[in-house]
Nanobody, 122 residues
């Protein structure tokens, strides 16, 4: 059984930064494709970033490209999402996910964390 636990969310002013962490247990992050998604109130869950288990490629949503960076530390079995130049529209619950293939669709991923709230004030 794979468990994912997100942390690092909080309240930040526009233009600020946060780093989200996703600690995994039950499976090495190096053996899974890992993704970050977010869901704002009243909206569908949307893709943010991912990192491939095979190639290490890191696709990003256009809305976060150049501002967010996904990375993983295999020694800590943790995936990170560094978020810079945050905007009010980045406000959402952020979820970490693990699966076999890297993709932008939530249904591709088999395991999910409980989410962490990110609120960006204007």
């Amino acid at each position: 059984q794979v468990q994912l636990v997100e942390s690092g969310g909080g309240l930040v002013q526009a233009g600020g930064s946060l780093r989200l962490s996703c600690a995994a247990s039950g499976r090495a992050v190096s053996s899974a494709s890992m993704g970050w998604f977010r869901q704002a109130p009243g909206k569908q869950r949307e893709f943010v970033a991912a990192i491939s288990r095979i190639s290490g490629s890191t696709p990003y949503a256009d809305s976060v490209k150049g501002r967010f960076t996904i990375s993983r530390d295999n020694t800590k079995n943790t995936v990170y999402l560094q978020m810079n130049s945050l905007k009010p529209e980045d406000t959402a619950v952020y979820y970490c996910a693990a699966g076999w293939s890297v993709a932008t669709t939530p249904t591709t991923y088999d395991y999910w964390g409980q989410g962490t709230q990110v609120t960006v004030s204007s």
